[in-house]
């Protein structure tokens, strides 16, 4: 594999060991020095599109773990803003001699068209397009309900139910990780109100719902997706007080679920909104450990792609370096 | 002028005869003629139609000629088998006035390729708001007959009742670019099952039967002809089924990637594939190629839409829409229609030449291939077994979805009013354009 574009470029074999091999290097963070030689010399741009805080944040901290040279390539302040063309762009950072492109994009498909075309030789890695996919949150999303779940090297998410709250329309994450959890065999359903849908649905691979309280009992892991307030001002709801009431997660609603079920959320969160703070801030919300876990996950994948290596391959000793 | 002498050519498909051709018309059809001409073809295995027209295509001049100018529009349009095409008003500055017909209409002459129809703008600036000069479009030189705000709807409903009721004063149509605006808002590709999983705002087949429906209400209502432009989906076809049979007058055009192409082909996000409106699904090519054999869409019109490189090797969303058409649209809607048994070279002159020429007036053109007509004819050899090459074509832009697909066909010869514009499938130089 040479590029992660979409959650279904993965296979079942391609997941379980990106997910174990993120499980070997989440012990690093446990130590004092948390940096193994595996990318040394190797050059990431990180080209985002589009402003991130948390997802740039990660894949930066994942990189420089792994001892990547960074360098982040951010679309306001550079040529991009003043018109230069995604061909340009990638034409520049192939001679610059990028060996992987993290690239966030507002225009769905950007990483695909990067991957098929000629412009550049690296490593494509999507994180986050437009409406489309944001595979590493799928696949952090997976490592974190596995933990939970499922825990154990080799071990996938057969028959865990899975329920994805809210903007499923515009949602990349929604859309990645139908597609990631259906290939580990978790059951997917989705709720939302019909406007938040999108056409089609009906024959994804998932069960759909516009009834939340009917869906916690079965549910082993809940996910709560941002629901942008604009949305409202486009008729997908009345008001923000009714979205809260119908498919927003109170105290009451986490009640309803199974004593070992956890409450998702790929933040940002709206407080107040489709989550309430109670729920935010209970022991059962993994929203802090999906961050962390968000490290691990995307330094498996540069990793992989980048090194070419196997898990039997990952270092289970420490390097001269990395003690030193 | 020269005279030419095409030999065994299967006029429509039928049996194999001998056309004469001088001072511009058919002079004489029949088997072994043996009067002198200048020229002899040998047309042996070649289909003689009468010279296609388009009723839908951007030449992009004034104001795009990076994209395209009316001579190598026209040009294509030869190489395609044309001999006249309707120009589209979305030029810059727009074909609302008299002033920028008679400008396209006056490049049409002196490429000298294919007689250039312009299509004069319905609303001022294309805007949608107040209503072109109508009468001083159809009174210039280019006297023009047919009126579209092409990539555009007129969707203001009291606009269109007016400009169809206006245009009754001297026989013209409105042509619709059925498109609901606020359905559309931030549209990249038919909404279905494929936008749904690509992340891509959805153009609904709705949006374009929301229009058509009202539209074919308001002709009948005030007894004016409607043409609906680029139909794409299932529904409209029901519709204008439905109006027909109601004996209104309303006509419509389907293009040749519309009968071939799905919206499943978007998956490769490559925006070659790009346009508007968008690919549909297979249920609704079917019902278009069902529709156009049993007449109920009118003509095959390319809505040949050339575009720089650079406004589609891009993102999808920021890259244009549009396809060029014109040096294809002949091989397409033989593999599409004549080699699944759908229509036959009758009806392909029938709706590629004779139809789009009644609705939009054309004199000389769509005529019968017989003696005394015009001599607008093409040459069509469709044993011919080719892969597409876009860097062969005479259009100035590169933009089509066939690139490297093999196609049927190949138009050996156009003649304009007894003029060779291509012989042996290459352009005649401009010089000997006499």
């Known amino acids: 594999m040479r590029h992660l574009v979409s959650a279904a470029d993965l296979s079942r074999d391609d997941a379980l060991l990106l997910l174990d091999t993120a499980e070997e290097l989440a012990q690093l963070s446990g130590r004092a020095v948390k940096k193994l030689p595996t990318l040394r010399g190797r050059t990431v741009v990180n080209l985002f599109f589009e402003d991130s805080t948390r997802t740039k944040t990660s894949f930066e901290v994942a990189e420089k773990r792994l001892s990547a040279d960074v360098v982040n390539f951010a679309a306001k302040g550079s040529s991009v803003s003043k018109g230069e063309s995604l061909k340009d762009t990638a034409l520049t950072l192939q001679a610059m001699g990028a060996d992987a492109v993290v690239i966030r994009h507002h225009a769905s498909g950007a990483p695909a068209r990067l991957a098929q075309s000629d412009w550049l030789h690296g490593s494509v890695i999507n994180a986050g397009d437009g409406t489309h996919e944001h595979p590493t949150q799928a696949l952090l999303d997976a490592f974190t309900m596995r933990r939970h779940l499922n825990p154990g090297l080799g071990h996938d998410l057969a028959g865990r139910r899975v329920t994805i709250v809210g903007d499923i329309l515009h949602s990349r994450v929604a859309r990645s990780n139908v597609l990631l959890l259906n290939t580990l065999g978790a059951e997917v359903t989705f709720v939302a109100p019909p406007t938040l849908l999108p056409i089609g649905i009906e024959n994804w691979p998932c069960e759909v719902s516009y009834d939340l309280d009917s869906t916690l009992a079965k549910t082993d892991a809940v996910m709560m997706l941002r629901v942008q307030r604009e949305r409202m001002n486009a008729a997908f709801f009345p008001t923000e007080r009714e979205y809260s009431r119908r498919y927003g997660l109170n105290g009451n609603r986490m009640a309803r679920l199974p004593e070992h079920a956890i409450v998702m959320h790929p933040g940002p969160m709206v407080r107040g909104m489709e989550i309430t703070a109670e729920v935010a801030d209970s022991p059962r919300c993994t929203v802090v450990e999906q961050v962390a876990n968000g490290v691990s996950i995307r330094m498996a994948v540069l990793y992989l792609l980048l090194g070419g290596a196997t898990l039997a391959d990952t270092p289970r000793t420490e390097s001269p370096e990395t003690v030193a | ?434």
């Not at chain 2, 100018?69 to 006249?84: D, E, R, S």
């Not at chain 2, 043409?227 to 027909?244: D, L």
Request: with cysteine; glycine share 10%; hydrophobic share 45%.
């Open chain 2, 1 to 434: 002028m020269s005279s030419y002498l095409i030999r065994n050519a299967q006029i429509l498909g039928g049996a194999a005869q001998d056309i004469f051709i001088s001072d511009g018309v058919i002079r004489e059809i029949g088997t072994d003629l043996t009067g002198e001409a200048d020229v002899d073809i040998d047309a042996h295995g070649l289909i003689a139609l009468p010279g296609l027209v388009d009723l839908h295509t951007h030449l992009r001049e004034p104001g795009r000629e990076d994209a395209e100018t009316v001579l190598t529009g026209t040009q294509a349009a030869a190489k395609g088998g044309f001999t006249a095409v309707h120009a589209m008003a979305n030029t810059f500055p727009v074909a609302d006035t008299a002033g920028v017909v008679e400008q396209v209409w006056r490049l049409g002459q002196a490429a000298g390729y294919c007689d250039v129809q312009p299509v004069g703008a319905v609303t001022v600036g294309l805007e949608g708001k107040k209503l072109a000069e109508l009468g001083a479009m159809h009174d210039s030189a280019a006297a023009v007959r047919v009126f579209s705000d092409d990539g555009k709807c007129v969707d203001d409903a009291v606009i269109m009742r007016r400009a169809l009721e206006y245009v009754k004063a001297f026989d013209g149509v409105v042509a619709q670019h059925a498109q609901e605006p606020r359905l559309t808002e931030g549209a990249q590709m038919n909404e279905g099952q494929v936008s749904g999983e690509l992340g891509l705002g959805g153009w609904p087949a709705v949006a374009e039967e929301a229009i058509i429906a009202r539209d074919v209400l308001l002709a009948a209502h005030v007894g004016s002809r409607l043409h609906v432009c680029h139909v794409s989906t299932a529904g409209s076809v029901e519709i204008i089924r439905w109006a027909k049979a109601k004996g209104w007058p309303v006509t419509a055009e389907v293009t040749p990637h519309h009968l071939l192409l799905t919206d499943e082909l978007v998956r490769s996000y490559d925006a070659v594939y790009k346009v508007n409106p968008p690919l549909r699904t297979a249920e609704d090519v079917h019902a278009l190629r069902m529709a156009l054999a049993d007449g109920t869409i009118d003509a095959v019109a390319t809505d040949h839409a050339p575009h720089p490189m650079e406004d589609k090797e891009c993102e999808w969303a920021a890259a244009a829409m549009g396809m060029v058409g014109l040096e294809t649209a002949l091989s397409v809607v033989q593999q599409a229609m004549v080699e699944t048994g759908l229509l036959n070279w009758e009806g392909v002159a029938d709706r590629m030449s004779h139809r789009p020429a009644r609705i939009g007036r054309l004199a000389g053109h769509g005529r019968p291939v017989s003696v005394g007509e015009p001599a607008n004819l093409v040459l069509f050899d469709p044993g011919y077994r080719g892969t597409v090459i876009p860097e062969s074509f005479a259009t100035r832009s590169r933009n089509t979805p066939y690139r490297g697909l093999e196609l049927p066909g190949r138009v050996h010869a156009t003649f304009l009013r007894g003029v060779p514009t291509v012989l042996a499938g290459e352009l005649v130089e401009p010089g000997e354009l006499a």
